[in-house]
């Protein structure tokens, strides 16, 4: 089962919603960025220190110094607000950015 092919009403399910929503949105994410951890949450690494974390029917992270909680049943929602933490953090968004661009194909690279 890949998290694009999981059951409805699941972590991994929400957590693929919310991954196709951020890249509507311009934050592209690869299989890499997922794990499922023992208790069947999902968590995305998102930059380093922005962890989203699919529990029951709520995405967790923190950001601007407080947890935030969103509906899982939301995800452009809570893609929303992940895009505005990142333009409120611009080094934010160069870190995932940084971490986008490892993540292209050897051949991609201009360098």
Request: net charge neutral; charged share 20%.
């Amino acid at each position: 089962m890949t998290y694009e092919t999981a059951p409805p009403s699941t972590a991994a399910h929400h957590m693929a919603l919310l991954r196709r929503a951020l890249a509507e949105k311009g934050i592209s994410t690869v299989g890499s960025d997922v794990m499922t951890t023992a208790g069947g949450h999902c968590t995305l690494s998102l930059a380093p220190g922005l962890i989203v974390r699919s529990v029951p029917h709520v995405f967790r992270w923190f950001g601007d110094g407080g947890m935030v909680r969103h509906p899982s049943s939301d995800p452009e929602g809570a893609a929303g607000l992940l895009v505005e933490l990142f333009d409120r953090n611009p080094s934010l968004r160069r870190q995932r950015e940084y971490l986008e661009a490892l993540a292209e194909p050897a051949g991609a690279s201009p360098v």
